[in-house]
């Protein structure tokens, strides 16, 4: 009986030392792509969230027929939205701002202008002249750079730098 067993055969002490000295490199030398990718995120989520605020203003002026404006405070970390109303007061809406993470800084520049922060949607969608074009710009420690644009028309197109 002895004889028909099969020997069970495992890994050496220096072939596992092999494969965890190969894990070892390779997790090296990907740590910093990793860490980039990792850090990235709130960088695109500002830009990307902006954006997309930027879109639901123009979409709401045009669906109400009435001005819509978007107030952006580098200052303050901030941003909001407003709307006109009957009687020309301007009501948030929505009630609340948007408060940008403090890992990520930036700049607007509305109309050839960087002390203009205030965005006006008119009621057919377009951007007030005084307004267009409207570039915000985000950054982070590693000078990763994402740009968000408003053109006269409305239209929002994002680039990269950096």
Known sequence: MRGNR?????????ELMVVLSVIGIVAVATAPTV???WKRPALEREANDLAST?????????WRRIPYR?????????YWTERQD????WVLDPV???RVDGTVQF??????????NDILFLGRGSVDRNDAPATVEFWDAREETLSVQL??????????RG
Do not use: E, Y
């Open 107 to 116: 700049s607007v520049r509305a109309g050839g202008s960087g002390s203009n």
């Open 86 to 89: 009957t009687t020309g007061t």
């Open 151 to 160: 053109i006269r028309t409305g239209r929002v197109r994002m680039s990269r």
């Open 54 to 62: 930027m879109r639901l203003c123009r979409q709401k002026a045009v």
């Open 96 to 98: 609340d701002s948007v």
């Open 35 to 37: 860490i980039r990718a």
């Open 6 to 14: 099969k020997r069970v055969r495992g890994f050496t002490l220096t």
């Open 70 to 78: 978007l107030t952006i405070d580098p200052a303050r970390r901030c």
